[in-house]
């Protein structure tokens, strides 16, 4: 994997991601030449229209990484890859039309988009056609040895086995008998010299496994592994890269304290956040007023009580704040408490579960963006009674308070809606790794993913 700004992109997506780019400059300057031709325009040089022909191919794959064609699925299905694909060209036409709407330019016309769009269709596919099974081979997995045959082994073998893994193990080492879980394990007491042997299976990773790690760690091991230039690395901090996740079950407070993230460069990424945070909500504001007004109207008339709802939520550092959502529920929805929400939920009123599905109850939540209570990225915001309880069940919950709760967040992509402590606790572990690893960058991933979670709406509620 390629670590950029602190979140890890496995070899194969940035190759193909870096190779579509190219062939969607390439899609958009033939279209060009085709268009010229036909109307007998002189064709210049490439240098001359270089900008906007990157400019469009940037829009397109931005699309394609917002409806997630360089997912875990879309690169192991060529048939889910390639539905992915056309939605993905068809979004970014769509706002290619309209940027061209708002500033005409005289590279680009209705027709040229056309043809960039069956070029750009043409090429994607057939370049996955040719590359599917390639970046799925084992040349795009990093050989990894494990020390252990506990528990902890047998998650990564599961893990491993996983069609989109970027990873193989090829060598499970038990360093004692009394905690062994897999019969594959190799004693390491058959081993002779371990550099050695390391080197004879060409591994580039070796994760330490161990169940028990208190006065058992293998030093001499260690050593002589660092030493022949493998990396090392622990148990969580793997499974952290690997998953997008902080394990809850293998952490401790040292960990979190010693383990990269939580960096002094937060400041600027603070910064960064927050600025984007104002222009960005009172530009969405003033586009969406008239939509947040319409839907205000229709839920006054499709059931009785007021059109918003208004809910205390916990916020950075524990502070309370006031959230407001266009009411999608009844207004006896909590008359006993509040309580997740259910599937098939009987308290959602007919126009809620539309407003639910394509989120808009939530655009009015742009008004505490902007007044700084939330942010468009972060943890969900969390009713304070939930909060005290799941403080008691949960370890480490507390600390998802460290970075401003946000309309859309890591866990929110990567993990379907939750109604229970289990639930609570997967989706701690997605934002831990935000709240530990969050840069510009990653906001700009959630950004885009987003759409998404939008326009395949999994598990909302």
């Not at 091991?221 to 030493?227: F, G, Q, S």
């Amino acid at each position: 994997m390629i670590r950029l700004f602190k979140h890890y992109i496995p070899h194969a997506v940035l190759l193909l991601g870096l190779l579509d780019l190219c062939l969607l400059v390439l899609a958009s300057e033939l279209a060009w030449q085709l268009r010229a031709g036909q109307i007998g325009m002189e064709i210049d040089h490439f240098a001359l229209r270089w900008l906007p022909l990157t400019g469009t191919a940037m829009i397109i794959w931005l699309a394609m990484i917002a409806v997630g064609v360089y997912g875990p699925n879309a690169l192991r299905s060529l048939r889910f890859a390639g539905a992915r694909v056309l939605v993905a060209i068809s979004l970014g036409i769509i706002a290619l039309a309209v940027i061209d709407f708002i500033v005409p330019s005289d590279f680009f016309w209705r027709s040229t988009l056309l043809y960039t769009m069956g070029l750009a269709i043409l090429v994607l596919v057939a370049d996955r056609l040719l590359l599917t099974s390639f970046l799925g081979s084992s040349a795009f997995r990093r050989r990894v040895m494990v020390l252990g045959a506990s528990d902890r082994a047998v998650r990564l073998r599961d893990l491993g086995d996983r069609p989109e893994s970027g990873f193989a193990i090829v060598a499970f080492i038990a360093m004692s008998e009394s905690d062994r879980r897999l019969d594959e394990a190799i004693p390491r007491a058959a081993i002779h010299d371990l550099g050695r042997f390391v080197e004879n299976l060409g591994v580039s990773e070796v994760v330490l496994a161990l169940q028990e790690r208190r006065n058992a760690l293998p030093l001499k091991d260690l050593l002589r592994i660092k030493t022949k230039g493998v990396h090392v690395n622990d148990f969580s901090s793997f499974i952290e890269r690997e998953t997008g996740r902080v394990d809850l079950d293998t952490i401790n407070p040292s960990w979190l304290i010693f383990s990269d993230g939580f960096s002094s460069g937060r400041m600027f990424s603070s910064a960064v956040k927050r600025i984007f945070d104002i222009i960005a909500s009172s530009v969405l504001l003033a586009l969406t007023l008239p939509v947040i007004l319409l839907f205000a109207l229709l839920v006054k008339l499709d059931s009785k009580g007021p059109a918003f709802f208004r809910q205390q939520r916990v916020g950075l550092y524990g502070e309370p704040f006031t959230l407001i959502k266009l009411r999608s529920m009844r207004t006896d929805a909590e008359k006993d408490g509040a309580k997740w929400a259910e599937e098939n939920d009987p308290r959602i009123t007919r126009l809620g579960r539309f407003i639910r599905k394509v989120r808009i109850d939530e655009l009015p939540q742009t008004w505490s963006v902007l007044k700084g209570n939330m942010s468009f990225v972060g943890p969900r915001p969390e009713v304070p009674s939930f909060v005290e309880s799941l403080e008691e069940e949960i370890p480490f919950y507390g600390e998802r308070h460290m970075v401003k709760p946000g309309i859309t967040g890591w866990a929110q992509i990567n993990y379907p809606y939750g109604a229970s402590v289990e639930d609570s606790r997967r989706k701690l572990e997605y934002d831990l790794y935000y709240a530990k690893n969050y840069t510009p960058f990653l906001d700009l991933v959630i950004l885009l993913q987003t759409v998404r979670v939008v326009l395949w709406p999994e598990g909302a509620r």
